[in-house]
């Protein structure tokens, strides 16, 4: 399993960014083999499909779970239909490196670290 943080930018000290499509850059978290890695947005100033394009390279990724503060309303069918579970943080401030804490303790179980 692979799961995606849209991020302000490419560290762990950013915060998750409000807006999936233009976010800055995605943390990949692979919960399995405790990886992170960064992918910074190609798409993030494309005036139009952002989100879809950043989708398409992040299914290319293996990614399962996509963790944003929002989803256009135009993505959200894409996701449902790509079976991409779409998680919504709220709180601005949560940065990469807290969040990436908190999962690390949610799968610890199941993959034993």
Not at 22 to 33: G, L, Q
Not at 44 to 55: F, I, S, V
Not at 84 to 90: G, K, P, T
């Amino acid at each position: 399993m692979k799961i995606a943080i849209a991020a302000s930018e490419c560290s762990f000290s950013a915060t998750v960014d409000s807006h999936f499509g233009h976010s800055h850059c995605f943390v990949i978290f692979e919960p399995d083999s405790d990886t992170v890695s960064f992918i910074p947005n190609p798409y993030r100033d494309a005036t139009e499909k952002a989100g879809e394009m950043a989708l398409q390279m992040l299914l290319k990724q293996g990614v399962s779970k996509i963790i944003s503060l929002d989803f256009g309303k135009q993505i959200q069918p894409m996701m449902d239909q790509q079976k991409v579970q779409m998680i919504i943080v709220n709180s601005a401030m949560l940065q990469v490196e807290e969040l990436i804490s908190m999962l690390r303790k949610t799968y610890q179980n199941t993959y034993n670290f």
